[in-house]
């Protein structure tokens, strides 16, 4: 769950990222998060990661208060937060395989567990037969999916996703979205963020919009998937 | 921490000096000759050190005994001396074995003059060694206050000078070797900062993935450990390649020096666990401090 009271950030450039924010995600909700550039999105997400720190108001994630959270504590946060990145952010010098393996290796997992988890998470993706490859040698839309099989190896509450198909071809975005709608289905709330409103029109669920450092709008709407 | 994951950050620590050979290699490098240049300029400074020692040790303090005295007296004399806390050794050489010295050294013409002298004018004399020279001159000083002495005889300005030397050459060696350290230090921190920069995006994704501070920075601490334990064995080699050399020039070819009473330089052999050792602790030390150090920055995410 993620919960935002009267959260306002100003950075020390005086510019004000967001306005008195209130949030709440329950578990198990698919969110789409919009709004224009510099509206406060990159914001709220670094506040969810605890990249940075609210300025005035809480926020609370999975349970954990992040204004109370030591800095020493914070891995224990992000352990239970999936994030997906619109650059994928893949390790090039690890395979497929260790990509994935690794965020079970950073808590400590047993490594019969990480020998049975990582190719059931890689074949769940889609990409059992690109386990040794490289991510140079992946299109835009694998390379994603590689990032989604570590976002959800460590099976998290949470999955935030930022612009996940900012740089891939639009066919495989809805590839992408339908995955994460898998995802969720099995229980795990998901944060997307995105410019693309066509996507989100077609899956329709909770948009919430970001303009100027407030919310404009947070409501459920119907997608076009399901009219069909 | 599982013995599964503490092998995995060994492995990962070894991947990473392949994965960046380029780096590596230029870290290895900048150590090997960071370590050569301190390693030898200590050891310069180490047998400079036993040189002078080598001298100070053969400066004798003379003390010439009263004409006529009795031999318990002179027993009673050479014990006092002896008890005197910088006295180190003392000897006794009798106006005989002074008068067969001289006349041994004279050319052929001088002893036959000498022949004709029917009395022995040397006295006796007692020759000493100081265990610490800086002292010798006090030393001197209390001996001549002593019944019985004639004079005292010490090479007092040839050891102030000596400690002079000895003190100026300290503080040299000194601040070379800290220079040297300091200027190695800036040099492999600002190296391994480099090798980091170019992994901060790997830094960055352990960060968001849950890694502990710990975890990211181990594989960088063991890869400069053993970038750092191979240069110090580079080097090592290389010292005692350039050691030896010298060695045997010294002791080949410049025998002179032991004519001089000099002590003959350290040989390898004598000195090699303590350089061994001290090559390899301050390479490990290095290598993995700096690293560590550099890792810190990246890790504020």
Redesign the interface.
Same mark, same amino acid.
């Given at each position: 769950m993620v919960e935002f009271k009267d959260v306002s950030v100003t950075y020390s450039s005086g510019v004000d990222a967001l306005n008195r924010v209130n949030l709440k995600i329950n578990d198990g909700d698919f969110a789409f998060v919009v709004g224009p550039s510099g509206a406060g999105k990159s914001t709220l997400i670094k506040l969810v +990661?605890k990249?940075i720190d609210a300025t005035a108001g809480e926020v609370i994630v999975n349970g954990f208060n992040l204004r109370k959270l030591r800095r #020493?504590k914070v891995?224990? +946060? !992000? !352990?239970t937060?999936g /994030?997906v990145f619109q650059d994928f !952010? +893949? =390790?090039p010098?690890m395979t497929v395989y260790e990509n994935v393996a690794? /965020?079970l #290796? /950073?808590?400590?997992a047993?490594?019969k567990y990480i020998r049975s988890r990582v190719p059931y998470v890689i074949n769940l993706v889609g990409l059992a037969d690109k386990a040794k490859s490289y991510p140079t040698e992946l299109s835009g839309g694998e390379q994603q999916r590689v990032a989604l099989a !570590?976002a959800l190896v460590?099976d998290p509450k949470l999955i935030i996703a930022d612009e996940p198909t900012g740089n891939i071809d639009p066919a495989l975005s809805y590839e992408i979205v339908g995955l994460l709608k898998g995802i969720n289905e099995c229980g795990t709330t998901i944060l997307m963020v995105t410019h693309e409103h066509e996507l989100v029109r077609y899956f329709g669920g909770r948009i919430i919009n970001i303009n100027k450092g407030s919310i404009a709008f947070d409501e459920v709407i119907g997608g076009e998937n399901e009219d069909k | 921490?599982?013995i @599964? @994951?503490i092998r *995995?950050l060994v492995h990962q620590g070894f991947k990473g000096i392949w994965?960046n050979r380029m780096m590596s290699f230029a870290s290895f490098c900048i150590m090997l000759v960071s370590l050569l240049m301190v390693g030898i300029s200590l050891l310069m400074a180490i047998n400079i050190n036993r040189i002078i020692g080598g001298i100070e040790d053969k400066s004798e303090l003379v003390v010439q005994i009263k004409d006529g005295i009795s031999q318990r007296d002179i027993d009673a004399l050479k014990d006092r001396i002896s008890a005197l806390p910088n006295v180190n050794t003392i000897e006794f050489y009798s106006k005989e074995q002074a008068w067969e010295s001289m006349v041994k050294d004279m050319t052929k013409e001088e002893q036959d003059l000498f022949h004709y002298a029917d009395d022995n004018f040397l006295p006796d004399t007692f020759r000493i060694t100081v265990h610490d020279i800086k002292d010798m001159t006090l030393t001197t000083t209390q001996i001549g206050t002593f019944e019985n002495v004639e004079s005292t005889r010490s090479p007092t300005e040839f050891t102030d000078v000596l400690i002079s030397i000895r003190r100026i050459l300290g503080i040299i060696s000194g601040a070379i070797v800290i220079a040297l350290v300091l200027v190695c230090l800036i040099i492999i921190s600002n190296t391994t900062r480099a090798s980091v920069f170019a992994r901060r995006?790997?830094i960055? =994704?352990?960060? *968001?993935?849950?890694?502990?501070n710990s975890?990211i920075r181990i594989p960088f601490f063991i890869e400069g450990m053993v970038v750092g334990l191979l240069a110090a064995a580079g080097a090592l080699g290389l010292t005692k390649f350039a050691y030896e050399g010298v060695y045997n020039i010294f002791n080949n070819d410049f025998k002179l020096w032991s004519v001089l009473g000099i002590n003959n330089l350290y040989s390898f052999n004598d000195l090699f666990w303590q350089v061994t050792i001290a090559y390899a602790a301050a390479g490990a030390l290095i290598g993995a401090i700096g690293t560590s150090f550099s890792t810190g920055k990246h890790l504020k995410?």
């Amino acid at each position: 769950m993620v919960e935002f009271k009267d959260v306002s950030v100003t950075y020390s450039s005086g510019v004000d990222a967001l306005n008195r924010v209130n949030l709440k995600i329950n578990d198990g909700d698919f969110a789409f998060v919009v709004g224009p550039s510099g509206a406060g999105k990159s914001t709220l997400i670094k506040l969810v +990661l605890k990249e940075i720190d609210a300025t005035a108001g809480e926020v609370i994630v999975n349970g954990f208060n992040l204004r109370k959270l030591r800095r #020493r504590k914070v891995p224990a +946060l !992000r !352990r239970t937060i999936g /994030v997906v990145f619109q650059d994928f !952010r +893949l =390790i090039p010098t690890m395979t497929v395989y260790e990509n994935v393996a690794f /965020v079970l #290796r /950073v808590i400590d997992a047993p490594a019969k567990y990480i020998r049975s988890r990582v190719p059931y998470v890689i074949n769940l993706v889609g990409l059992a037969d690109k386990a040794k490859s490289y991510p140079t040698e992946l299109s835009g839309g694998e390379q994603q999916r590689v990032a989604l099989a !570590r976002a959800l190896v460590n099976d998290p509450k949470l999955i935030i996703a930022d612009e996940p198909t900012g740089n891939i071809d639009p066919a495989l975005s809805y590839e992408i979205v339908g995955l994460l709608k898998g995802i969720n289905e099995c229980g795990t709330t998901i944060l997307m963020v995105t410019h693309e409103h066509e996507l989100v029109r077609y899956f329709g669920g909770r948009i919430i919009n970001i303009n100027k450092g407030s919310i404009a709008f947070d409501e459920v709407i119907g997608g076009e998937n399901e009219d069909k | 921490m599982k013995i @599964s @994951s503490i092998r *995995y950050l060994v492995h990962q620590g070894f991947k990473g000096i392949w994965k960046n050979r380029m780096m590596s290699f230029a870290s290895f490098c900048i150590m090997l000759v960071s370590l050569l240049m301190v390693g030898i300029s200590l050891l310069m400074a180490i047998n400079i050190n036993r040189i002078i020692g080598g001298i100070e040790d053969k400066s004798e303090l003379v003390v010439q005994i009263k004409d006529g005295i009795s031999q318990r007296d002179i027993d009673a004399l050479k014990d006092r001396i002896s008890a005197l806390p910088n006295v180190n050794t003392i000897e006794f050489y009798s106006k005989e074995q002074a008068w067969e010295s001289m006349v041994k050294d004279m050319t052929k013409e001088e002893q036959d003059l000498f022949h004709y002298a029917d009395d022995n004018f040397l006295p006796d004399t007692f020759r000493i060694t100081v265990h610490d020279i800086k002292d010798m001159t006090l030393t001197t000083t209390q001996i001549g206050t002593f019944e019985n002495v004639e004079s005292t005889r010490s090479p007092t300005e040839f050891t102030d000078v000596l400690i002079s030397i000895r003190r100026i050459l300290g503080i040299i060696s000194g601040a070379i070797v800290i220079a040297l350290v300091l200027v190695c230090l800036i040099i492999i921190s600002n190296t391994t900062r480099a090798s980091v920069f170019a992994r901060r995006k790997e830094i960055n =994704i352990m960060k *968001y993935v849950g890694a502990k501070n710990s975890f990211i920075r181990i594989p960088f601490f063991i890869e400069g450990m053993v970038v750092g334990l191979l240069a110090a064995a580079g080097a090592l080699g290389l010292t005692k390649f350039a050691y030896e050399g010298v060695y045997n020039i010294f002791n080949n070819d410049f025998k002179l020096w032991s004519v001089l009473g000099i002590n003959n330089l350290y040989s390898f052999n004598d000195l090699f666990w303590q350089v061994t050792i001290a090559y390899a602790a301050a390479g490990a030390l290095i290598g993995a401090i700096g690293t560590s150090f550099s890792t810190g920055k990246h890790l504020k995410v």
